[in-house]
């Protein structure tokens, strides 16, 4: 097929599909009815639109799909829902494992300062142990309030899922 054969065929698809204008519509019928390459694409193209357009006849479904359908669906058992994915004691159990880090690294941490009177008659705070900057113990605290601020946002988000809050 050379480059004007697929233009000829290109016109003719838009005049059919109605893409074309109302004056390329008359200048495109007047070239079907004068000149005989266009009206031989034209037949071969009116051709292949019916018989595309007869396998294609919209196909509907059963009278009784839609019943058959609900039937299975019907017949099907359905799990009951689980009551809790987690043991409380394990959740209760971790809880209070951070709970007891939170308040070891914040004893700690109020340990390592004494309040002392200076010369002057105010009292000023003066680190009395130090800890190492290297130490592990910064890690677990941050991993700690990270967790309770993890626990508390899941917490917060299962009332007002509930509709208790908020």
């Known amino acids: 097929m050379n480059h004007e054969e697929i233009d000829i065929e290109m016109r003719i698809w838009e005049y059919l599909d109605g893409y074309c204008n109302p004056q390329q519509h008359t200048v495109i019928a007047g070239l079907i ?3 005989l390459t266009w009206k031989r694409k034209y037949d071969e193209i009116t051709a292949l639109q019916a ?28 799990a009951p829902a689980v009551r809790s994915y987690l043991n409380k004691w394990v959740i209760r ?41 290297g130490s592990i113990l910064p890690v677990v605290v941050s991993l700690n309030i990270i967790a309770v601020l993890l626990l508390l946002d899941a917490f917060m988000k299962r009332k007002r899922r509930l509709g208790q809050y908020g």
């Open 51 to 78: 018989t595309l357009t007869a396998g294609l006849e919209q196909e509907q479904p059963g009278m009784r799909f839609s019943k058959n359908v609900m039937d299975a669906v019907e017949q099907e058992s359905i």
């Open 33 to 35: 009815a004068s000149d």
């Open 93 to 133: 159990g971790i809880a209070s494992l951070f709970i007891v880090f939170i308040a070891a690294a914040v004893w700690l941490w109020a340990s390592s300062f004494s309040l002392l009177p200076s010369e002057a008659g105010y009292f000023r705070f003066y680190r009395s142990i130090s800890i190492p900057t």
